[in-house]
């Protein structure tokens, strides 16, 4: 038997009774697991089993096999704020759908667990703010090896760079002036260079849909290149269906 913290990412039933979760635990990185009898109306597993929700588990779990049993749950976040929020849960789902996708190597992942939770807890207690997502994809892309050079030129390395840089996602990043010349790509706006260097910390001001959506698919570009998949996330559609 394992304890683990576990975000539930999605679920799926199973049988009449049962459901198969994909979960994400500080202890144990990605996990699948039966959660059998958990439909039944009185079973013990029923409300610490809902997507987006944080459980504490007791997991029986037998090495080498693909799909774990859980023996316990005990909601810790029910994540009410979600529930009454069409646009927080599709943001939220954005992000669980990205840890569920691009975060499978096995064993624990405590980076990636910390930052999938406090966007969740965000916009659980927040509402959907395009700055959480940003902020979201920006360290999850440097938990995963995969940062998006914003402060130095991804190039040459000098700090010396212009307030509209070039971007270029297949140097990694932004460029100075002088390596800029090596890229046809052209030069940023000075407010979506602030916006890209500022999303690892939480990027300030008020920003429209257009421009966060724009934000948005810089981050999802530079994601997908470096996972090497290009997933169909099919959060995203929704989140654009929903936000205001
Ligand atoms: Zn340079």
Redesign the pocket.
């Known amino acids: 038997m394992v304890n683990a913290r576990a975000v539930i990412l999605r679920r799926i039933p199973f049988g009449d009774t049962s459901w198969i979760l994909h979960a994400f635990s500080a202890e144990e990185g990605a996990i699948s697991l039966m959660a059998r009898g958990a439909r039944r109306t009185g079973s013990p597993l029923a409300g610490a089993v809902e997507p987006l929700g944080l459980s504490e588990m007791v997991i029986s779990m037998k090495p080498g096999r693909d799909l774990q049993t859980l023996s316990q749950a005990t909601a810790l976040e029910q994540r009410d704020g979600l529930r009454r929020d069409l646009v927080a849960t599709a943001g939220a789902m954005v992000c669980a759908e990205i840890v569920l996708r691009l975060a499978r190597e096995p064993g624990a992942h405590p980076g990636v667990f910390g930052i999938l939770e406090d966007a969740l807890f965000g916009f659980d207690q927040g509402g959907f703010c395009p700055p959480i997502l940003w902020r979201f994809l920006a360290r999850f892309c440097e938990e995963m090896g995969w940062a998006l050079a914003v402060d130095h030129?991804?190039?040459?390395?000098?700090e010396d760079l212009a307030p509209n840089p070039v971007l270029s996602l297949s140097f990694g990043g932004f460029?100075?002036r002088?390596?800029?010349t090596l890229s046809h790509e052209p030069h940023l706006p000075v407010d979506f260079a602030v916006a890209l260097r500022q999303s690892r910390a939480g990027a300030q001001g008020r920003w429209s849909r257009q421009e966060s959506e724009r934000i948005e698919e810089i981050w999802f570009e530079h994601l997908f290149r470096h996972s090497q998949t290009r997933p169909k996330l099919e959060s995203r559609p929704f989140l654009s269906e929903v936000r205001p």
Do not use: E, K, V
Not at 153 to 158: K, L
């Open positions: 030129c991804a190039h040459c390395g000098t460029l100075c002088a390596c800029g």
